[in-house]
Nanobody, 121 residues
Framework: QVQLVESGGGRVQAGGSLTLSCRAS????????MSWYRQRPGDRRALVAS???????YIDDSVKGRFTISRENSMYTMTLEMKNLKPEDTAVYYC???????????????WGQGTQVTVSS
């Protein structure tokens, strides 16, 4: 069974830093694009950052200059380094891949279970 598992969430004061990790597990041959989404209370899930298999990145303007996304293809992992965190960054952060090539075929739009990030003022 293919899974995306996030880790690294927690509580931090404004101005602090956290690093989120996402690891794809299972009988995997390839992971296409990987992304971080977040969902604030009462809001829709929104894209924060993404990285393609070619390492091209997208960073939302709301976090540009503070968040950095990276991936390690051989380990099927993705990292989101978050610095200078603000209270408005408080949300559940979700890992996503648009396509994972597995031993049982292609899996599309795969999501992790989410990890809570809380930034206090």
């Amino acid at each position: 069974q293919v899974q995306l598992v996030e880790s690294g969430g927690g509580r931090v004061q404004a101005g602090g830093s956290l690093t989120l990790s996402c690891r794809a597990s299972g009988s995997i041959f390839n992971v296409n694009s990987m992304s971080w989404y977040r969902q604030r209370p009462g809001d829709r899930r929104a894209l924060v950052a993404s990285i393609g298999s070619d390492a091209r990145t997208y960073i939302d303007d709301s976090v540009k200059g503070r968040f950095t996304i990276s991936r390690e293809n051989s380990m099927y992992t993705m990292t989101l380094e978050m610095k200078n965190l603000k209270p408005e960054d408080t949300a559940v952060y979700y890992c996503n891949s648009d396509r994972i090539d597995t031993a049982l075929g292609l899996k599309f739009d795969v999501w992790g279970q989410g990890t809570q990030v809380t930034v206090s003022s």
